[in-house]
């Protein structure tokens, strides 16, 4: 089991481009979840879904895109890459959404 | 809507002394709660959950936490410390399986070691 991936590791941005944040897990997980991380504001939720084809807001949704067109897999996209989108970002995923996540090992983002 | 507070931003122990990490919630019912550790450049781990039953909740690592409905409170412990548990300790509280209810973290408690 690879558990819940995350690609790239690293990224560097220009104000206004767009990219894609994989995510995959293959624990056969129904709820996945975007987070990002930003120092003394502990974990923000982004998006997240309770299941192929279902995804739904968190607490700053603005700027970020997401589908589900799969179980396995979870992408999140920025449309237009803002400096204050640069983050530490994590992909988790669980059994159902009260239970326990298990997070990717996260991708840096940083939008100049 | 749920919150949590965690009011320590950094805590320092010595090797081997006592631990305890504050967590409080806002929330009208029993909350899912529970506490994930994050080492340093990694993802997070869960440590230990609460959703029913006994209070005192027993996790990996060590630690124990215990749910007080009446404090609002969800404190983590471990009886002594190792130089390994310095990472940054994350409470969160879950409002249930309603289509709103969400999973909020606190801000997080960066836990150093003193030799």
């Known amino acids: 089991n690879a558990g819940v991936t995350q690609t790239p590791k690293f990224q560097v941005l220009k104000t206004g481009q767009s990219m894609t944040l994989q995510c995959a897990q293959d624990m056969n997980h129904e709820y996945m979840s975007w987070y990002r991380q930003d120092p003394g504001m502990g974990l923000r939720l982004i998006h997240y879904?309770?299941?192929?084809?279902?995804?739904d807001q968190g607490e700053v949704p603005n700027g970020y895109n997401v589908s589900r067109s799969t179980t396995e897999d979870f992408p999140l996209r920025l449309l237009s890459a803002a400096p204050s989108q640069t983050s530490v970002y994590f992909c988790?995923?669980?059994?159902?959404?009260?239970?326990?996540?298990?997070f990717g090992p996260g991708t840096r983002l940083t939008v100049l | 809507a749920q919150s949590v507070t965690q009011p320590d931003i950094h805590i320092t122990v010595s090797e081997g002394a006592s631990l305890e990490l504050r967590c409080n919630y806002s929330?009208?019912?029993?909350?899912?709660l529970f506490w994930y550790v994050q080492s340093p450049g990694q993802g997070l781990q869960l440590l230990l959950k609460y959703f029913s039953g006994d209070t005192l909740v027993q996790g990996i690592k060590g630690f124990e936490a215990e749910f007080k409905r009446s404090q609002s409170s969800f404190n983590l412990r471990k009886p002594s410390v190792h130089w390994s548990d310095a990472a940054e300790y994350f409470c969160a509280v879950g409002a249930g399986y309603s289509s709103a209810s969400k999973i909020i973290f606190g801000s997080g408690t960066r836990l150093s070691i003193r030799p």
């Open positions: 988790a995923s669980s059994f159902d959404k009260m239970d326990t996540q298990y």
């Open positions: 879904s309770v299941g192929a084809g279902i995804t």
């Open positions: 929330y009208g019912a029993t909350p899912y």
